[in-house]
């Protein structure tokens, strides 16, 4: 059976779900594999998060006439499953060899590079916490706010208050469904089913009675999605009034309707839930399906607003770049404490550089990149052509700003350190630095398996070793965590030299996997010096979740008090 033909039936099987329902059950089911749990409906899916993902998507742009089924029904579920791993199995094999297709070592290198970032890109949703993109946007469209305000009448503290008051009303509703929780107000009209109470008549009153505290437990397990359900007025707070709610909802939510969408790698027309994470149910009811997308919806909502000419582009581009810096900045502050030196929008050879810092005998050369992906095409070869590209011009292009200067502390010259005239400002001795100098190339979008490994797509001079390519956030929470656990930079150098030695031998599509792997023992030096090939897997991260959970010390890091009194329960 062709992909389009999977993907029709998939279509039609979805289309008989009731759109709140369904929504409801697909978010409490990504819970449950961010909590372990669930394994009798996740455990045959290959990619759970976007295969629920995608399944949403057919929902959503499916004809709601014949959306009733609002139960769980496990042969159902293992048809669907079936249909998912297919289609799965489908885009995989794209990549696969034809019958007339010379299988040579150019076709074998296009495919190694082409196919993992491919399915990395669709199979993968944003990995980080939502205090980094709360604290990102907040401090990069603030000052853009005469733009936001222009277009929508609001202002970017009204997209984050908005989200806050989305978030709190979620935890609210979570925490109410407890067996120990109060519920809202009239929880049951947010419900889609309906418990019936089929004991004997002389038994009603007793089972009433008795299970009365648990019966919004009970409503719960049956229909997740009630916790997410709302009136526009929910969400109003003394900070946001009705009418920016309504805006807001305007510009997030979509009401279930037909359209062609049917490929999960489909841009255009996309998963309307990315753009827009809630739907509209009728009669002024919305339902969030997952509440973290809202803030990721808002991200890229302001920066389509902010992209609406030539002008605008470049404000955004100078603000973003200044304030990835910023980020580099301060986290490697918080790391070294004291006695370091910061070299910033500093030039080398006439050339531009961004960060250069000095720290007891040892040397951290940062080239801070915000370099925007381009979604990979389905074509191999075409595709190939597009990753090399985006490579060449982010992290590639980064690389070489680095070696500029390492190649100073390589042959020990003395490194000018001049402004942009050429005025030589400060000269550094790189001598006492030898082999103590790291090139770091810090990017805001992941390319994946060819990021981690950067043996495929990187050539480095003999001299020189591979640099380490890291997306910000996952830098961020790599060293909050260091913080947090008590340890320091001496930690980072031991990283940073076992890093190197990965590089050709690594299969993996996240660099928190080895951060964690590391942190933990499970991957070091000498396991790295016995094996030709590293295998990670999504388990080696679980060390960066369980510190959230204790807190990791993000700035306005959420419901620190909680955390630290180990009695909530966080959904």
Same mark, same amino acid.
């Given at each position: ?132 993109? /709360? ?10 706010? @005469?733009? /936001? ?34 519920? $809202? +107000?009239?929880? $049951?009209?947010? @419900? ?24 919004? #437990?009970?409503?719960?397990? +049956? ?5 997410? $359900? ?28 037909? #359209?062609? &969408? ?16 809630? +739907? ?83 040397? &951290?050369?940062?080239? +801070? ?14 595709? &190939? ?21 390492? #190649? ?56 020189? #070793? ?28 031991? &990283? ?52 959230? $959970? ?22």
């Amino acid at each position: 059976m062709s992909l389009e033909d999977l993907s029709k039936q998939l279509k039609e099987v979805i289309a008989t779900y009731d759109t709140g329902w369904l929504l409801g059950d697909l978010s409490g089911l990504m819970h449950a594999g961010g909590n372990n749990t669930g394994h009798d409906q996740l455990g045959d899916l290959s990619s759970p998060q976007r295969q629920l993902y995608y399944l949403a998507g057919l929902l959503i742009t499916s004809d709601p006439a014949n959306g009733i089924d609002n139960m769980y029904d496990p042969d159902k579920w293992e048809k669907i499953v079936n249909l998912l791993n297919q289609i799965e199995q489908a885009y995989t094999f794209m990549f696969f060899p034809k019958e007339e297709e010379l299988v040579d070592e150019h076709w074998q290198k296009i495919r190694q590079v082409a196919m993992p970032s491919f399915l990395d890109y669709f199979n993968q949703g944003p990995l980080n916490f939502e205090e980094q993109i /709360i604290n990102w946007v907040s401090d990069l469209y603030t000052p853009l706010n @005469a733009i /936001i305000s222009k277009e929508t009448g609001l202002q970017t503290s009204d997209f984050l208050q908005f989200y806050e008051n989305v978030d709190v009303l979620h935890q609210r509703n979570f925490q109410g469904v407890s067996p120990k929780g109060t519920p $809202r +107000a009239n929880w $049951r009209e947010y @419900a889609k089913v309906q418990m019936i109470n089929t004991a004997p008549e002389p038994l009603k009153a007793i089972m009433a009675k008795k299970m009365g505290d648990m019966e919004p #437990s009970m409503y719960y397990m +049956a229909d997740h999605g009630i916790i997410d $359900r709302f009136y526009a007025h929910e969400i109003v707070s003394a900070n946001l009034a009705q009418e920016k709610v309504e805006i807001i909802l305007q510009l997030l939510s979509e009401e279930r309707s037909a #359209s062609d &969408f049917l490929y999960y790698t489909s841009m255009k027309p996309g998963n309307p839930l990315y753009e827009k994470p809630i +739907a509209y149910l009728g009669n002024g009811m919305y339902q969030i399906f997952e509440v973290k997308q809202v803030i990721h919806a808002i991200e890229s909502l302001l920066e389509k607003i902010c992209t609406g000419n030539k002008a605008n582009i470049s404000v955004l581009v100078a603000r973003k770049g200044n304030l990835l810096e910023d980020r580099v900045e301060g986290l490697f502050k918080q790391l070294l404490k004291k006695d370091f030196k910061i070299y910033r929008g500093y030039y080398v050879d006439g050339c531009e550089q961004d960060l250069l810092i000095l720290w007891k005998n040892y040397a &951290f050369i940062i080239e +801070a990149k915000g370099y925007n992906l381009r979604e990979p095409l389905r074509d191999p070869d075409k595709a &190939f052509v597009r990753i090399k590209d985006d490579f060449k011009g982010c992290i590639g292009y980064g690389y070489d700003q680095c070696y500029r200067v390492e #190649s100073k502390f390589l042959s020990g010259q003395p490194l000018e350190i001049c402004d942009k005239n050429g005025n030589v400002l400060d000269v550094v001795d790189t001598i006492p630095f030898e082999n103590n100098a790291f090139s770091i190339v810090v990017n805001l979008k992941t390319f994946g398996q060819v990021q981690t490994d950067l043996s495929s797509l990187l050539e480095v001079p003999d001299d020189s #070793s591979y640099p380490w390519a890291v997306k910000l956030d996952d830098l961020e929470t790599f060293v909050l965590t260091l913080l947090a656990q008590g340890k320091g930079i001496s930690q980072l150098l031991k &990283f940073l030299i076992m890093r190197e030695t990965l590089q050709g031998k690594l299969i993996c599509n996240d660099e928190l996997q080895l951060c964690g792997a590391f942190l933990t023992g499970a991957i070091n030096q000498e396991l790295i010096d016995k094996r030709e090939m590293i295998l990670t897997s999504p388990d080696l991260g679980d060390i960066f979740d369980q510190q959230y $959970r204790k807190g990791i010390g993000f700035p306005n890091e959420k419901y620190w008090a909680e955390k630290k009194s180990g009695k909530w329960l966080f959904w």
